[in-house]
């Protein structure tokens, strides 16, 4: 895939993720797009995954990831 694939787009992401200060949120239309291990929510999840997922969110963490 083009778009996962190409290197410098990601980093440019990364570099652009790593200087906003308050929390993101990711829309992705790949599911390659979403970084390994990282807090997500795609459409396969069950609700409670989801759910869980954006408590997560609220709670600690900083980026989600939506595939849309």
Same mark, same amino acid.
């Given at each position: 895939?083009?778009?996962?694939?190409?290197?410098?787009?990601?980093?440019?992401?990364?570099?652009? %993720?790593?200087?906003?200060? /308050?929390?993101?949120?990711?829309?992705? !239309?790949?599911?390659?797009?979403?970084?390994?291990? #990282? %807090?997500?929510?795609?459409? /396969?999840?069950?609700?409670?995954?989801? !759910?869980?997922?954006?408590?997560?969110?609220?709670? #600690?963490?900083?980026?989600?990831?939506?595939?849309?």
């Amino acid at each position: 895939n083009y778009y996962s694939g190409c290197g410098s787009k990601i980093a440019a992401l990364h570099s652009l %993720l790593a200087s906003i200060p /308050d929390k993101v949120i990711v829309f992705c !239309k790949f599911l390659s797009c979403i970084p390994e291990g #990282s %807090l997500h929510i795609t459409g /396969d999840m069950k609700t409670e995954e989801r !759910k869980a997922a954006i408590e997560k969110f609220r709670d #600690s963490e900083k980026i989600l990831y939506i595939n849309v």
